[in-house]
């Protein structure tokens, strides 16, 4: 009789590790809300992943019923080992970096804020602290798996609930100066006639004001429909795309600082629009050190805060 060779079956691929810990927040909190506020996104994102997660798998793990949530036993089965798994993740993570010895400070924070405020200024950190060495994980996705476990976070929320907040942001009217010249511009009104950059941002600056909320204040009709461009959360390349004359944009005042100090980019009308925007600082319970203090007094001290010790929160 011949003999056949045994074959091993491929194994099936995990679902994205994003999914997976948006699952299991909520499962362990059985509810979206905490487990957004756990993670440091929006619940619509928590519920997104998971809706991923299930169409991933093929099968229901939350029953939602109004404004309560049940977990269905494979939900409850699959909670039960990501829990575990995770617990065992971070130990693995700590043991290493202890055993590693490194003073490498990971700063985790959305990428248009690394690009257009933070990276600009690092250099100054780095002579300030040539003894310890630092990683940007600069993201798009607060549920990255590499920005959740960094030293420290910096997020953009509607609130400062959580965390420290580091400054309000408030959101102007911004071209560049070839722009002005190029379209004419005398007054406000004048936008109405020309590209608008879209005020679709994400999730990345929600409840932000709009050029309706704009136009409105100044008692000028709003217009229905106008020649937008969308950049969507890349707010950094708004910005810069803004500087190169693609069009207006009712923009962020701190990522636009250094382009409005360099005269990239000018706001010759009014009103400056504020928020409930907020850039949060934060970092995990038991994880201060002399690196964290120093990065997050020196993040203080940038936005005119206390260069002092943070209090400590949970992440």
């Not at 990345?204 to 937008?228: E, Q």
């Not at 409930?276 to 319970?285: A, I, Q």
Request: proline share 8%; charged share 25%; net charge negative.
């Amino acid at each position: 009789m011949m003999n056949l060779p045994l074959t091993t079956p491929m194994p099936r691929r995990l679902p994205p590790l994003t999914s997976l810990r948006a699952f299991e927040a909520v499962a362990r909190r059985v509810s979206f809300k905490y487990a957004a506020e756990e993670l440091f996104v929006t619940p619509g994102a928590v519920s997104q992943q998971v809706k991923k997660l299930e169409e991933d798998l093929g099968m229901p793990l939350l029953l939602r019923h109004n404004r309560i949530i049940e977990v269905t036993p494979a939900g409850e089965q699959l909670c039960a080992g990501l829990t575990d798994a995770f617990r065992r993740m971070r130990a693995a993570v700590e043991a290493a970096r202890t055993a590693g010895e490194t003073q490498c400070l990971a700063v985790a924070c959305p990428a248009p804020f690394a690009a257009k405020w933070l990276v600009p200024r690092l250099g100054c950190f780095v002579e300030e602290h040539p003894e310890t060495d630092i990683r940007i994980v600069a993201t798009a996705d607060p549920l990255d798996p590499d920005a959740a476990d960094a030293h420290i976070r910096i997020n953009i929320d509607e609130d400062a609930r959580d965390g420290e907040s580091l400054v309000e942001e408030s959101f102007l009217p911004l071209v560049s100066p070839a722009f002005i010249e190029r379209h004419e511009l005398n007054g406000p009104q004048d936008l109405l006639r020309v590209p608008l950059i879209s005020d679709c941002k994400g999730d990345l600056y929600r409840g932000a004001p709009t050029w309706r909320d704009w136009f409105r204040k100044l008692g000028l009709p709003a217009p229905d429909h106008c020649r937008a461009v969308d950049f969507g959360i890349h707010v950094d390349q708004a910005i810069d795309a803004t500087a190169s004359g693609v069009g207006a944009m009712l923009g962020p005042r701190v990522l636009a600082e250094q382009d409005i100090a360099r005269g990239r980019l000018v706001s010759p009308w009014g009103p400056e629009l504020k928020s409930d925007v907020h850039y949060r600082l934060s970092w995990d319970r038991g994880a201060l050190n002399s690196r964290i203090e120093a990065f997050s007094a020196w993040l203080l001290d940038q936005f005119g805060g206390k260069a002092g010790p943070v209090v400590q929160v949970a992440a």
